[in-house]
């Protein structure tokens, strides 16, 4: 297993030494922290740290001296400042000499959180002789973004190419598990904001009005538990990239405020009187039909034409085939390393597998199973999964409110005969299945909500979106 990374902590403030200790500890990183800057130059040369926190305003040898003295020993050390004070000139020079970030004492913990991010991507990065932000994920690289060579994927990267370096807003679109977040990341990655915060918000994780409160922050005294000002995402995410996933779930009364801040780059925090100025890079993702959204009247259509400046469309895995046997080894090496597992490469009936299967829940579910395969250190409980899966695979829909020429090409496949009542017995199925997954997504896929409007039992939905294959999981 990977050891913690080192975290050194210079302050001349005792109780403030070990609220970041316990900080750093929680986080799974090993703290040392030292009081002044003399001691700083002494312990990194003695544990070579990753990262450093650095008081400004230390007695004696001050931060700035220090943080020259530091960078002297490890020029890509990275260092994240600390100061109660603003002052200007500090902060452009410590910036000048290296520094990571700058950060107001006392430091609310999602500020510290997103900065301690930042700054160890930017060891992974240039650790590994990189000049661009890393996807650190506890020293785990992410799956390949271009593993295959199809058309569809060449398109998605030119695309990324050509936006990635503004500050133009982008649409992510594709299926659940298809790599929307993966895109994101890589769009950052490669633009001048790369060095600084990439912030996420899925908005189907939350109601509406925590998720107002998640977004925007509130003031203190805003509502009943709000005992001190808390940053809202947006603000976390001033200078850098903030990453709205599953746009289509928030509730059309934030859609009017995050068209505000698309529109003027301002807001103001629930219980707020000013508004505040936030410059942030907006990108947004969705597994749904936003047009029929702003149809049906759920989704705002100016809102959807200020998102929708570039539009990504990411392939479902089953158009993109080639990547599988690439993506199977990389998940197997990383699971293998994860798990302390000797990696083991699957056999030709595991690869024939994964190569006829549709993968209706993409990457996400290629991932699981291989998981799943290097924990039980065998293949054969996926293998007879995929085959109860393939068993139970619904079977192409008869056309429902056909075309002609839809139904010549039904009736040229059935030219012996064909029988009417099973014909209107499945296009009644497609078009209980359509409604079903209609009124799931329309209710966020609270089942006791939608089985109350469908007027069946709560069972009755269970049993019914098992069998058209409906999950909110995929």
């Not at 039904?410 to 078009?431: C, I, N, P, T, Y």
């Not at 079903?436 to 896929?445: A, D, H």
């Amino acid at each position: 297993m990977k050891p913690p990374q080192r975290v050194l902590i210079v302050d001349d403030d005792a109780s403030a030494r070990e609220w970041l200790a316990a900080f750093m500890t929680s986080r799974g990183l090993a703290p040392t922290a030292v009081g002044s800057g003399e001691e700083a130059v002494d312990e990194s040369r003695r544990i070579g740290p990753e990262l450093v926190t650095l008081d400004l305003g230390l007695p004696g040898m001050d931060g700035l001296e220090t943080l020259r003295a530091l960078r002297a020993q490890q020029p890509r050390l990275a260092v994240l400042m600390l100061s109660g004070t603003g002052d200007t000139q500090a902060i452009v020079e410590s910036v000048r000499l290296g520094a990571v970030d700058f950060l107001r004492k006392p430091c609310e913990p999602e500020e510290l959180d997103l900065a301690l991010d930042k700054a160890l991507q930017r060891c992974a990065a240039e650790g590994e002789g990189g000049g661009r932000i890393g996807f650190a994920d506890g020293g785990i690289a992410p799956p390949p973004l271009f593993a295959g060579q199809t058309r569809k994927m060449r398109r998605v990267e030119s695309m990324i190419d050509h936006v990635a370096d503004t500050d133009i807003t982008v649409l992510i679109r594709g299926e659940s598990g298809t790599g929307k977040e993966l895109v994101a990341r890589t769009i950052c990655a490669r633009s001048r904001r790369a060095r600084r915060a990439f912030v996420k918000v899925n908005c189907a994780a939350l109601p509406s009005e925590l998720l107002e409160s998640e977004l925007f922050g509130y003031e203190k005294g805003a509502f009943t538990g709000a005992q001190k000002r808390k940053l809202g995402k947006f603000e976390i995410a001033n200078g850098g990239t903030i990453f709205l996933d599953e746009i289509s779930e928030m509730h059309p009364s934030l859609q009017a405020k995050l068209l505000q801040v698309l529109q003027d780059g301002q807001f103001s925090r629930l219980g707020g009187h000013g508004d505040v100025a936030v410059d942030a890079r907006v990108i947004a993702a969705s597994n749904r039909n936003l047009e029929s959204a702003v149809r049906e009247g759920s989704f705002r259509e100016d809102l959807f034409y200020r998102l929708n400046v570039v539009s990504v469309q990411l392939p479902p895995l089953r158009e993109r085939r080639d990547e599988i046997p690439i993506l199977t080894g990389h998940f197997l090496e990383r699971y293998a390393r994860e798990y302390g597992k000797e990696p083991r490469p699957l056999d030709a009936e595991v690869h024939d597998a994964f190569a006829g299967y549709d993968w209706p829940g993409n990457i996400r579910e290629l991932e699981n199973l291989v998981k799943r395969i290097v924990v039980l250190g065998n293949a054969e409980p996926v293998l007879a999964e995929l085959r109860a899966r393939r068993a139970q695979a619904p079977r192409a829909p008869v056309p429902c409110a056909a075309s002609l020429g839809e139904l010549d090409r039904f009736l040229a496949g059935h030219s012996d005969r064909v029988s009417l009542k099973r014909v209107a017995r499945e296009a009644a199925q497609v078009a209980e299945a359509r409604l079903i997954e209609k009124v799931l997504q329309r209710t966020r896929w609270n089942r006791k909500e939608a089985a109350a409007i469908l007027q069946i039992s709560y069972k009755a939905l269970l049993y019914k979106m098992r069998d058209a294959g409906l999950s909110d999981s995929a």
